[in-house]
């Protein structure tokens, strides 16, 4: 209750709690609970994108086609503890005056900085050491590109519009190429137009949902929103879907085998999530995009339904 009221003075009360946090005794239970809690296991599902590519290419069932699929989300999953951990230590100040993120471990003191970084680097080291342990040499490089891009976007690159929004989904691509390199799937041109413009449509609503939900206090959170208009965002977001199903049909349209008209049919539910999802970026919201991806019942039911019907024609067609 205090500090709802502190923060609804428009005081900073990141450095009273950060001091309250210091305060209690050090434990290795909260610690370690602050640790998990950094890395976001929250955004742990954004991780299941590296299975993408080889279930397209119905290559999970191949001889250690599950097992490179986990190392490489394996990978990608201390890749992205490493990139919270220094975003969350360089953004720490910034944190403490957002009415959700001043929670976080590093904001709050619940993790020491110079911990966090540690263990950056430790979670790094083992993110590239995955790719070299299943001779993936090109699990390796995008695993490597996504700390580099991630590190310089914390770094500077945040602060660029749209270039910063670019950088975000390609975190998001990355990890489907991270998934066909360690499964050595070949991706066609229409698998990588699909998953580019899914992931730029996702980087957009992040950006339309904070700018929406914050108003005047998302520039003081994130300054590059000072450049971004809500309707603008709206329109990319509605254009970058429609291009997405677009390019989804013109896939399942070319197809020569029997798994056309599965394909086809799982275009439906895939219209009604995008739909769906532009529905509840619509509503002002704290909750992060991808909560709005993989917590919600209707989403949910409409990813599954398509999942089914894609599946289908890999596996049953």
């Not at 599950?66 to 944190?95: H, K, P, T, W």
């Amino acid at each position: 209750m205090t500090v709802n009221k502190t923060w609804a003075r428009g005081e900073d009360a990141g450095p009273q709690t950060q001091a309250a946090a210091a305060a209690l005794p050090v434990s290795s239970s909260r610690w370690l609970i602050a640790v998990i809690r950094t890395t976001r296991p929250r955004q742990w599902p954004k991780n299941l994108l590296v299975l993408a590519a080889p279930l397209a290419a119905a290559s999970l069932g191949h001889s250690g086609g599950l097992s490179y699929a986990l190392v490489a989300m394996l990978a990608f999953g201390c890749a992205s503890a490493a990139v919270y951990m220094v975003n969350d230590v360089i953004d720490a100040e910034r944190d403490r005056r957002h009415p959700v993120k001043r929670n976080r471990p590093v904001a709050s003191g619940a993790l020491p900085a110079h911990h966090a970084l540690m263990l950056a680097v430790l979670s790094a080291a083992c993110a590239i050491a995955a790719g070299m342990v299943i001779s993936a040499p090109l699990l390796v490089a995008a695993v490597s590109a996504y700390l580099f891009t991630s590190f310089l976007y914390s770094a500077r690159l945040k602060h660029v519009p749209f270039v910063e929004m670019l950088l975000v989904a390609s975190g998001f691509l990355l990890r489907v190429l991270g998934g066909a390199a360690a499964t050595h799937v070949k991706l066609s041109i229409w698998f990588l137009l699909v998953c580019s413009l899914g992931a730029l449509g996702v980087a957009v609503a992040k950006r339309y949902t904070e700018l929406t939900s914050l108003g005047a206090n998302a520039v003081k959170h994130r300054p590059v929103m000072r450049w971004y208009r809500p309707a603008v965002l709206r329109v990319g977001q509605l254009l970058v879907g429609v291009g997405m199903l677009a390019t989804y049909l013109m896939w399942a349209v070319n197809e020569t085998t029997a798994a056309r008209d599965w394909h086809l049919a799982s275009a439906l539910p895939l219209a009604a999530a995008l739909a769906w999802f532009g529905v509840l970026t619509a509503r002002r919201t704290v909750r992060p995009v991808e909560d709005l991806i993989m917590r919600d019942g209707i989403m949910l039911f409409c990813e599954v339904a398509w999942l089914v019907l894609f599946c289908a024609g890999l596996y049953v067609a």
